[in-house]
């Protein structure tokens, strides 16, 4: 070190020895080597400079690299000496010393002061370049692997996928049907036998529903006349109704959407509904677009669970889901009483979904989408025919709902949950559900199944609003309280059955009541034909005020809950 120190002016050498006593100024054993005193002899002297001066003068980062690089020290040992580590903390104090560059050690120090991270920068920057010029061929492979791990985890990162808005109709207060108007308007028909009647009021009655659902405009004639114009008319009512809101919430054009998936079961006419709504709204030519039919009052799910993936792979998308199904043509005029439920059941309705993976609309998105799980139980006869289309004995087209439902319902969710369980349930009450199965099937304990409380993982519960039985049974199946089911029996009560749309009256109900705060995760379980239970997780982007929204429900919700009788 004295060696060194010694072939520097005595102001520099106080200023050194100092700044090494207090280890600021990490010193290298073997010095760089210096040029010829004769060359330091004719090295004018550095005259004094305001700081501002020193940093205009400071040499350019070419140079400096240059300087290391060539440094024999830096040739020699490269970056596996230990003392490397020092070179770049005092490589501009060095660099200064040796070239006699105008920027005195005062100065020097007092930006070192101030740019210990761009040291540190530095230092990292100039240590990989140097390795990259010993190891080119090892840099080389190590870049390509990283760069192809990128690439793997941009393919296969899966985009985001929010809740912008939605929207459910509400039809027209004319259009409104009471227990003893439906009775009135089926006997007009003059198909049904009094026992017919009779037994429908009876289901009316038991049903849930209230006494404000909704019928068509078909269903209004004297008699009733359902036919296909007015089954379009009803679709083009339902659909148009609750896109025009939708994308007056949104803000969002026709021709921005880029993904439309619709589902109708049992009304699929051609051209397709997809069609009916693309050439209403004139969007793009080459928008994707999927009509799903059959699919039961479960298609809604089915539908979301569609769009999901498309997004994943099409990036800066919006998507479209439109749910609904027809009640003009699918009632049915017979006599057989299993094909009878369903019309008491289904009223008229439609539910619009705005997604999108486009980050711009991550701080305005009500949702995010967490999950989806899908169960099919259409490789179980029971399950296959539980709600099953067909004729009666006389020829007359309806759907059959078999004594089995709510049982095959309760199979069906048991699966869906346990699926979905270990996603969403806390700790807790995944290790309880394991230790009890694995004292049932293999210690052959005798003890009841243990059922996770899905309450501790979910703040809301849509459960579809297929009727009172079947809700009855998830209520029992879940351990939930009448709480957790009020937007389902209330949407029963209020609008019927809507099939596939009913879980988006149900949020709706929750949001006008003012219980979606943010982080809230909400649960969406339904039910369909095949047979099928799909469910959906979401989690609150924000809290929702009710006051700024605008739904079927806002204008009547202080009206509800209701009581309904259970007899």
Request: aromatic share 10%; charged share 20%; net charge positive.
């Amino acid at each position: 070190m004295e060696k060194y120190l010694s072939k520097l002016p005595s102001k520099e050498k106080e200023v050194h020895r100092k700044l090494h006593s207090q280890g600021s100024a990490p010193i290298i054993d073997q010095p760089l080597p210096v040029m010829e005193d004769k060359v330091l002899e004719q090295t004018p002297p550095i005259p004094a400079m305001e700081d501002h001066e020193v940093l205009e003068q400071t040499p350019p980062i070419e140079d400096i690299l240059k300087f290391y690089f060539c440094s024999p020290q830096v040739q020699k040992h490269g970056v596996k000496d230990p003392k490397m580590g020092y070179v770049p903390i005092v490589l501009l104090f060095l660099f200064d010393l040796r070239y006699k560059f105008p920027l005195n050690l005062e100065a020097y120090l007092k930006i070192m002061d101030h740019n210990i991270m761009a040291a540190f920068v530095f230092y990292q920057l100039s240590t990989f370049a140097l390795y990259a010029l010993s190891h080119p061929f090892t840099v080389l492979v190590s870049t390509i692997f990283l760069i192809v791990l990128a690439k793997m985890y941009v393919v296969s990162r899966r985009a985001d996928i929010f809740l912008v808005d939605f929207s459910c109709y509400k039809p027209i207060d004319a259009l409104k049907c009471s227990h003893d108007t439906f009775i009135e308007r089926s006997s007009l028909l003059g198909i049904f036998s009094e026992e017919s009647l009779v037994f429908q009021r009876t289901i009316l009655e038991k049903s849930g529903l209230g006494q404000s659902t909704y019928f068509p405009e078909a269903m209004w004639g004297l008699p009733p006349n359902p036919c296909m114009a007015l089954a379009m008319t009803e679709i083009e009512t339902v659909f148009f109704g609750a896109i025009d809101e939708l994308l007056a919430k949104t803000g969002v054009k026709g021709s921005d959407i880029g993904i439309l998936v619709v589902n109708s079961s049992l009304f699929n006419p051609v051209p397709s509904l997809c069609t009916l709504i693309i050439n209403h709204y004139k969007m793009r030519n080459n928008i994707l677009s999927y009509n799903l039919g059959g699919m039961g009052c479960s298609a809604g799910l089915i539908s979301l669970d569609l769009a999901k993936r498309l997004l994943q792979v099409h990036p800066n998308s919006y998507a479209l889901i439109v749910s609904t199904e027809n009640i003009t043509l699918n009632w049915y005029f017979g006599n057989k009483r299993s094909m009878l439920v369903s019309n008491c059941l289904f009223r008229m309705g439609a539910g619009a979904v705005l997604l999108s993976n486009r980050r711009a609309d991550k701080h305005r998105a009500k949702y995010q989408l967490i999950h989806t799980v899908r169960t099919h139980k259409g490789n179980d006869d029971r399950g296959y025919k539980c709600a099953y289309q067909e004729e009666d004995l006389i020829g007359k087209v309806g759907v059959t709902l078999s004594k089995d439902l709510s049982t095959v319902a309760g199979e069906a969710l048991k699966i869906n949950l346990t699926t979905l369980g270990p996603f969403v349930l806390p700790m807790s009450e995944r290790i309880q559900f394991f230790s009890n199965y694995v004292a049932r099937k293999v210690l052959k304990m005798q003890i009841k199944p243990y059922m996770p409380d899905f309450r501790q993982a979910f703040e809301h519960f849509c459960i579809h609003a297929g009727g009172r039985a079947v809700l009855d049974k998830v209520e029992r199946s879940l351990e939930l309280s009448e709480k957790d089911l009020e937007p389902s029996r209330m949407t029963l009560y209020r609008f019927g059955n809507t099939s596939s749309s009913s879980l988006w009256y149900e949020l709706a109900y929750s949001e006008a009541k003012g219980n979606i705060k943010r982080g809230h995760r909400v649960c969406q379980i339904a039910f369909g034909s095949g047979f099928k239970c799909n469910s959906a997780v979401w989690r609150a982007m924000r809290t929702i005020d009710p006051k700024k929204e605008k739904n079927p429900w806002v204008d009547e919700i202080d009206s509800f809950p209701f009581e309904i009788s259970k007899s």
